[in-house]
């Protein structure tokens, strides 16, 4: 009686060890798709923040066909996300470039558009 209550004390202490092996390897999976979906939702904001001074830098040209300049931003206010933008207006073509960072310093996007358009609006992009 004695020997069958040791055997199944051991046997529980190896079903405890293998439980928590796998639950930590599990828990491991976890934390790297974790870190993974965090660092791809970083990427996505910086790159419609990008997005967003590429249409900033067009709603200028909008207003004034001749502007080309170079601003920053903070979107949305009090965020700590900036966008950078640059316009090169040549008279023939314009090139917009927008860089964003985000306030966590983790990612950053930059995207560049160029269009090219006659001296009359509506421009052909």
């Not at 009686?1 to 209550?5: G, N, V």
């Not at 979107?75 to 900036?82: D, I, Q, R």
């Not at 966590?104 to 052909?124: C, H, L, M, N, R």
């Given at each position: 009686?004695?020997?069958?209550?040791g055997?199944?004390?051991?046997?529980?202490?190896?079903?405890?060890?293998?439980?928590?092996?796998?639950?930590?390897?599990?828990?491991?999976?976890?934390?790297?798709?974790?870190?993974?979906?965090?660092?791809?939702?970083?990427?996505?904001?910086?790159?419609?923040?990008?997005?967003?001074g590429?249409?900033?830098?067009?709603?200028?040209?909008?207003?004034?066909?001749?502007?080309?300049?170079?601003?920053?931003?903070?979107?949305?206010?009090?965020?700590?996300?900036?966008?950078?933008?640059?316009?090169?207006?040549?008279?023939?073509?314009?090139?917009?470039?927008?860089?964003?960072?985000?306030?966590?310093?983790?990612?950053?996007?930059?995207?560049?558009?160029?269009?090219?358009?006659?001296?009359?609006?509506?421009?052909?992009?």
């Open positions: 009686m004695r020997s069958e209550r055997s199944a004390f051991i046997l529980m202490l190896a079903i405890s060890l293998g439980m928590t092996v796998l639950i930590m390897g599990l828990w491991e999976v976890l934390r790297v798709d974790w870190q993974i979906i965090g660092s791809q939702k970083e990427r996505w904001i910086a790159r419609y923040l990008a997005e967003a590429i249409e900033r830098g067009f709603e200028l040209l909008t207003e004034d066909s001749t502007w080309s300049g170079t601003f920053q931003e903070e979107f949305p206010a009090s965020s700590g996300n900036h966008y950078y933008v640059d316009v090169v207006n040549d008279g023939v073509s314009v090139t917009i470039r927008s860089h964003a960072t985000l306030a966590s310093g983790y990612d950053s996007e930059t995207i560049e558009v160029q269009a090219v358009f006659e001296k009359s609006w509506p421009w052909e992009i």
